[in-house]
């Protein structure tokens, strides 16, 4: 299973940006599908998670900006990042559940800058 993430990039602040991250290998069904984000000197947390049925859960921090989806027939997950803030800069990675195992893709920068 291999994941890529990609749509990252620099923004001003309040400005929007849509990671995806894409699914290949051999795989009947994904189960859980989530991001997470590492920012310079601080440990990587959690921002938002979707199970195989829509479920969502997101990181305080995020709820109202940012929006999790996924297209199943695509094995892709999506992050729609609206009203974005500088502290939101980081790399963010995703990551999916497939039959019992937990694999990660590379990152994708983002950089909310003035």
């Known amino acids: 299973v291999q994941l890529q993430a990609s749509g990252g990039g620099l923004v001003q602040p309040g400005g929007s940006l849509r990671l995806s991250c894409a699914a290949s290998?051999?795989?009947?069904?994904?189960?859980?599908m989530g991001w997470y984000r590492q920012a310079p000197g601080k440990q990587r947390e959690l921002v938002a998670v979707i199970s195989s049925g829509g479920s969502t859960n997101y990181a305080d921090s995020v709820k109202g900006r940012f929006t999790i989806s996924r297209d199943n027939t695509k094995k892709t997950a999506y992050l729609q990042m609206n009203s974005l803030k500088p502290e939101d800069t980081a790399v963010y990675s995703c990551?999916?559940?497939?039959?019992?195992?937990?694999?990660w893709g590379k990152g994708t920068q983002v950089t909310v800058s003035s």
């Open positions: 290998g051999s795989i009947f069904s994904i189960n859980a």
């Open positions: 990551s999916a559940r497939v039959y019992g195992v937990d694999y």
